[in-house]
C-alpha cells in the first residue's frame, strides 16, 4: 500500500543508492559529532552531570591543551586556548567513534538518518540563531553605553567590556547583524531554503565566533558549533555550489522532500511547523522589546558624580591616589544599580532603592557581602549636585557629589 505524503511532497530523494566510503565517513563524523555536542549540552544542566563529564573529558583536555597550546596554569581553563583544546579533543573523539562505526557497519547509505538528522540540526540552529537575532534587532544584548562604561579607562577594560561597548555604541550595527541572523534562521525552516540560509549564517558567524574567541566571550563553543552546523547544512549542495560558482555549469534541481512514511508524523508537522516558527521569530522580539524598555529606562537621581568631599566621622578625607576607602565617583545610570569608584581605581556594585519622598537610597554590595540593606539620606544641591548622609560599616559619612555634564564630557556622546 503506497505510503501517505503531504501535498508538498515528491518521492524519496534522489541521490544514489550507495554512498562512497568517503560520503559515508564524513556523515558519521558529523553524526557523532553533533550528538556529543548535544549530550554535553545536556549534561551541562546540572552540576552532578557536569562534574561527570568533567572527570571524563578534563584528562584528554588538558592533555591537548598542554601538548597543543603549553597551558599548564589550572587559571587558563575558560580561555580562549583551552575552548580550542576542547575543541580539538571533540574532533578527535568524534574522529575515533566515526572510524570505529565505519569499521563495524556495512550499511551503503543513510538517507533517512541523514533526513531527521538535518531537520534536528536546522531547527536547532535555527531556533538558537532566531533568539540572538532578536535580541540584537531590538537590541537589549549590547545595551547602549552607560556611565560606568564612558568613564572606565580603555585599558581597564576587560576584553568582552571592549567588544560589549563597541556594541553597544551603535544600535544601528547592531541590529545589522542581528537581521544577518534572524534572516539566515528564518531561511533554514524551510528546506527548499535551507542551503541560502546556512550560507548567510556561515557569512554571519563567522565573525561572530571570531569575536567570541579573540575578546574572549564565554559562549565560543556554542558559536563555534552553530558554524560548522551551518557549514554542514550547506555542505549538502557543494557540488551544485561548485558547479555554479567555480565550474560555470548548470545545476540541475534537486528534490528536498522528506517522507515521515507515518500519517500521524504529517498531521503533526502540520500543527507544530507553524508553531514553532512564529514562536522562534515573534518570541524573541518582544522578549527583547521587554528587556531593551527597562534597561534604557532612567533611574531616579540618573547620573555621573565625582566626589568634591568626602567627610568620614568629622575628619574630611584627602584624595589620595590608591587610598581603596575614599570615593572617587559615583554613577547612577542603571534602574536598581548604583556603582562606586574608589580613589584605587576599584568598583564595587550596589544594588539600591531610591526613595524620592523621603529622599532617601537603600543600598546592599552585590560582590557577595551578605549584610542588612545601608540607608542613607541624600539631599539635592543647587548646582545639580547631591550631599549624602549616613553611617555605612558603623563611621559616619558626609559626602558630597558633584554631577558630570556627561553629554559634554565623553567626545563619544558628540557623534551619535
Not at 92 to 97: F, K, P, S, Y
Not at 195 to 207: F, P
Not at 236 to 241: E, M, V
Not at 268 to 281: D, E, F, Q, W
Request: contains cysteine; aromatic residues 12%; hydrophobic residues 50%.
Amino acid at each position: 500500500m503506497p505510503v501517505m505524503t503531504d501535498s508538498h511532497s515528491q518521492p524519496e530523494v534522489t541521490d544514489p543508492i550507495r554512498w562512497s566510503p568517503l560520503e559515508r565517513l564524513a556523515f558519521r563524523f558529523a553524526f557523532v559529532y553533533f550528538a556529543m555536542f548535544g549530550c554535553a549540552s545536556l549534561l551541562d544542566v546540572g552540576t552532578g552531570p557536569r562534574a561527570f563529564a568533567a572527570r571524563l573529558f578534563d584528562p584528554p583536555v588538558r592533555w591537548v591543551a598542554r601538548i597543543a597550546f603549553g597551558l599548564t596554569d589550572p587559571s587558563s581553563v575558560g580561555g580562549a586556548r583551552w575552548a580550542a583544546a576542547q575543541q580539538i579533543t571533540a574532533f578527535g573523539v568524534a574522529a575515533i567513534l566515526a572510524v570505529i562505526w565505519s569499521a563495524v557497519s556495512s550499511r551503503a547509505e543513510y538517507r533517512r538518518l541523514r533526513g531527521w538528522f538535518f531537520i534536528v540540526l536546522r531547527y536547532y540552529v535555527a531556533v538558537i540563531m532566531m533568539i540572538y537575532g532578536g535580541f540584537k534587532i531590538i537590541n537589549s544584548q549590547f545595551p547602549p553605553l552607560s556611565l560606568e562604561q564612558l568613564s572606565e579607562p580603555l585599558g581597564s577594560m576587560a576584553p568582552m567590556g571592549l567588544l560589549w561597548a563597541f556594541m553597544g555604541y551603535s544600535s544601528v550595527y547592531a541590529a545589522f547583524t542581528g537581521l544577518g541572523e534572524a534572516t539566515g534562521a528564518f531561511l533554514l525552516f524551510f528546506r527548499r531554503t535551507t542551503t541560502a540560509g546556512a550560507l548567510i549564517l556561515i557569512a554571519v558567524l563567522s565573525n561572530v565566533a571570531l569575536l567570541n574567541y579573540v575578546f574572549d566571550v564565554p559562549v565560543k563553543q556554542l558559536s563555534f558549533n552553530l558554524l560548522l552546523a551551518s557549514i554542514v547544512l550547506a555542505a549538502a549542495d557543494a557540488r551544485r555550489l561548485i558547479d555554479v560558482w567555480f565550474l560555470n555549469r548548470a545545476a540541475a534541481p534537486v528534490d528536498v522532500s522528506f517522507d515521515f512514511r507515518r500519517r500521524w508524523l504529517y498531521r503533526v508537522r502540520r500543527v507544530l511547523k507553524p508553531i514553532v516558527v512564529a514562536g522562534a521569530t515573534c518570541g524573541p522580539i518582544v522578549a527583547s522589546a521587554l528587556v531593551h524598555r527597562r534597561i534604557v529606562e532612567r533611574p531616579p537621581l540618573f547620573g555621573l558624580y565625582n566626589v568634591d568631599a568626602f567627610v568620614r566621622n568629622g575628619v574630611n578625607q584627602p584624595a589620595i591616589a590608591r587610598d581603596w576607602t575614599r570615593w572617587r565617583q559615583v554613577a547612577l545610570s542603571r534602574p536598581g544599580v548604583m556603582s562606586v569608584k574608589f580613589m584605587n581605581d576599584s568598583v564595587r556594585m550596589y544594588s539600591v532603592t531610591v526613595d524620592t519622598v523621603a529622599r532617601r537610597v537603600s543600598t546592599r554590595s552585590r560582590n557577595g557581602a551578605v549584610g542588612s540593606p545601608i540607608a542613607i539620606a541624600y539631599e539635592p544641591r543647587a548646582d545639580g549636585g547631591l550631599r549624602l548622609l549616613g553611617a555605612v560599616n558603623g563611621e559616619n559619612l558626609d559626602i558630597t557629589l558633584l554631577r558630570v555634564d556627561h553629554e559634554r564630557a565623553f567626545r563619544l556622546l558628540h557623534h551619535r
